[in-house]
Nanobody, 124 residues
Framework: VQLQASGGGSVQAGDSLRLACAAS????????MAWFRQAPGKAREFVAA????????RYSDSVEGRFTISTDSAKNTVYLQMNSLKPEDTAVYYC??????????????????WGQGTLVTVSS
């Protein structure tokens, strides 16, 4: 499986962006697709994840209520709708796919396939 992320860009604080991550094929019969991000000079951190089939989701505290993760199974694509963006959301966003259990959605070591990253820059 290969992942292709897109949708990054430069926006103002308060604006919205939607990231997309297309998988070259359906990853597994059941899987989790996630978004992580890495800000300059910082470690990569968990943002959001969703399990398919079903719709179990998890969000980091920093994006809860502002970001929404969703999927289009027919297109093998996961989206990250980002609203009310803040300068601290500036980072390279990576999508990933794996099969972690719900309580471990935020563990990047459990994701075996990663996309190339897309840059989001939020200015104040």
């Amino acid at each position: 499986v290969q992942l292709q992320a897109s949708g990054g860009g430069s926006v103002q604080a308060g604006d919205s962006l939607r990231l997309a991550c297309a998988a070259s094929e359906r990853p597994f019969s059941n899987y989790v697709m996630a978004w992580f991000r890495q800000a300059p000079g910082k470690a990569r951190e968990f943002v959001a994840a969703i399990r398919r089939p079903g719709s179990s989701r998890r969000y980091s505290d920093s994006v809860e209520g502002r970001f929404t993760i969703s999927t289009d199974s027919a297109k093998n694509t996961v989206y990250l709708q980002m609203n009310s963006l803040k300068p601290e959301d500036t980072a390279v966003y990576y999508c990933a796919v794996g099969r972690p259990i719900l309580s471990a959605f935020d563990q990047e070591s459990l994701y075996g396939t990663w996309g190339q990253g897309t840059l989001v820059t939020v200015s104040s």
